[in-house]
């Protein structure tokens, strides 16, 4: 997959595609519906994803708290496993978000990128003030000459299948809920950073990962499986992890710490992406390190029952 990131310097070869337009956070099924349509439009044109980094929520409100389901490196990951070829992940900054919808179309899709077909969402909107909408951008590419088409939104049970319904379900503790609407188990992805070797001295040695700038799932334990994308131990795991502050131990910094059964070896500076299948229980304090320890244990068997049956 080709990444391009400057939408007034395109090689003649990443011209043409076929596009879907969003954010794609989390690359949900109903993503992933809006891609299939784009993959269609022009069968024999390069597919593409338009996104933009930082992402329009950041760009206006950086204080707010994380949102994001996915960094932009995981979800770059992700699109190339389900078949994108180009990724036009466009800067977004002051220049881009004053464009008017008209501009956008004309300066970014038609004479930028130089598209074939777009395809966007029935709640799409573009353009400074977010003022464009998904009819409006149609009416312009029947005047600048690429095909718009209009995909509808996708219901999962009696709700729509949404990135804002995926955090809700991970901040529940319901995984699987997120993973029935996303198509595929949420992941969290990153290097194997440092940590304070505590799980090592208690015999569950972990590979920590901060979730800094991501949506945090609820706070506790999970039944995961882990992919060790890089390095010497490359492979799939399975394993238990604790999401949160680490109250036993006075934690402040919330991270993901996940102990890979039946694993010996160094992970850090690796890649590694753990999914969260199961929440087994929340955060809690213990009187001492035995019951701790005793607790470890019995998390590690559950987990272990619970994705043998997978």
């Keep these: 997959m080709r990444i391009i990131r400057d939408y007034q310097f395109v090689e003649q070869r990443d011209r043409g595609a076929t596009v879907a337009i969003g954010n794609f956070d989390g690359v949900h099924r109903g993503h992933r519906s809006v891609i299939d349509l784009a993959r269609a439009a022009v069968p024999d044109a390069p597919l593409g994803v338009m996104t933009f980094e930082p992402h329009p929520r950041e760009f206006f409100a950086p204080d707010a708290p994380p949102f994001r389901l996915m960094s932009p490196e995981a979800k770059a990951h992700r699109l190339e496993k389900i078949g994108v070829e180009r990724l036009y992940q466009l800067n977004f900054n002051h220049a881009l978000s004053s464009l008017s919808p008209e501009g956008f179309a004309r300066k970014v899709i038609a004479e930028g990128l130089g598209l074939s ?4 969402g029935a709640d799409f909107c573009f353009g400074k003030g977010r003022l464009g909408t998904a009819a409006d951008l149609q009416r312009f590419g029947a005047e600048m000459g690429f095909g718009v088409t209009i995909a509808p939104l996708m219901a999962y049970s009696e709700d729509t299948v949404s990135s804002t319904a995926i955090r809700t379900a991970l901040s529940e503790g319901r995984p699987r809920d997120a993973a029935a609407m996303l198509g595929h188990w ?3 992805e990153g290097e194997v950073i440092g940590g304070e070797q505590r799980g090592r001295e208690l015999g569950f040695p972990t590979a920590n990962q901060s979730i ?10 999970y039944a995961v499986l882990v992919d060790v994308l890089d390095g010497p131990h490359a492979g799939s795991y399975q394993g238990a992890a604790s999401v949160g502050v680490r109250p036993m131990f006075d934690g402040e910094h919330p991270n993901i710490e996940s102990y890979l059964f039946d694993f010996s070896g160094d992970l850090y500076g690796a890649r590694i992406s753990v999914a969260l299948v199961d929440y087994l229980r929340p955060e809690a304090t213990f009187d001492g390190l035995e019951p701790f320890i005793a607790q470890m244990r019995a998390d590690c068997d559950q987990a272990r029952a619970l994705l043998d049956a997978l």
Aim: no cysteine; aromatic share 6%.
């Design 117 to 120: 077909h777009v395809v966007v």
């Design 186 to 188: 949420h992941r969290i």
């Design 212 to 221: 800094d700038g991501l949506h945090p799932p609820a706070f506790g334990v």
